[in-house]
Each structure stands twice: as C-alpha cells, then as structure tokens.
C-alpha cells in the first residue's frame, strides 16, 4: 500500500480526535462552527459518504451477489449519513453516524474475504474505523442532550 495512502487516511480521523477532545478542554461551541457535537456530525457524514464512495468503485469489480450487496450498502449509507446530518439533531446523528460507520466496516470484511482489498488496507481500516467510532462515543457522551 502507498505511504500517501496510509497518511491521508490516518490524517483523516484528526478532526474526530479534536472533536472528541474539545469537550475534555472546556469548550463547548466554537463561534461561527457550532457545538462540537454538530462539527463533528458534519465530518462524520462527509467521511461516511467518502467511504460509501470507495466501497461502491470497489464493488464493481466483484461480481454477483456479493458485489451487489456491496453496492446496495454503500448508497444506503450515504444517503443515510446524509438524511442523519439533514434531519437529526448533532447528538443523534453521531449515534446514526457511529452505526453507519460499523455498516462501513462490515462492507470492509465483504471485500477483504473476497480478496478486493489486500492485508495491509484492511488493516489500517480496522483501526481507522475503530478510532473513529471510539471518538464519536466519546463525542456522544460528553455532549449535553
């Protein structure tokens, strides 16, 4: 796997770290952004959408029920990550975001045992997504309902 790769993605759950940390210092809202909780969400769902993305150029080259699924998958969680930013408040659409996340993670496995994805990827995916729902968890918790 390319080193640029490896450094975008890990450079990618950044901004869920600051927003998980934000709380832990004392700040609560950003002027202009918003609250922590809803600076996050936006992210999430962005990234959500970018991973359904990678998912559904990746499936197209598995063919059968498989590939299909994989397909499916991915435009449901776009669309629903964007649905959770558009209609949820912040704290509820993290918790639908974390979940999404999870969903990602399965298509993940999918296309790891169909050997779309090699060792290496698969991986830095796992902890990549393990981060991230860590972060939106703790993002969760410390948001006030």
């Not at 975008?8 to 004392?26: D, N, S, V």
């Not at 990234?47 to 499916?72: E, Y």
């Amino acid at each position: 796997m390319p080193r640029i790769i490896a450094l975008f993605t890990y450079a990618a759950i950044l901004p869920f770290l600051i927003c998980a940390a934000l709380p832990l210092a004392g700040i609560g809202t950003i002027p202009v952004l918003g609250s922590y909780a809803h600076i996050a969400a936006s992210y999430a769902a962005i990234i959500a959408s970018f991973m359904a993305g990678t998912h559904w150029g990746l499936a197209m080259a598995v063919p059968g029920r498989t590939g299909t699924a994989i397909l499916t998958l991915s435009v449901i969680l776009a669309l629903a990550a964007w649905l959770a930013l558009l209609v949820l408040s912040p704290v509820i659409a993290l918790t639908a975001l974390i979940k999404i996340f999870a969903l990602l993670l399965i298509g993940d496995i999918l296309l790891y045992k169909r050997s779309q994805i090699g060792t290496d990827y698969f991986r830095m995916r796992l902890i990549v997504t393990g981060g991230v729902i860590l972060a939106l968890s703790v993002t969760v918790i410390t948001s006030p309902a």
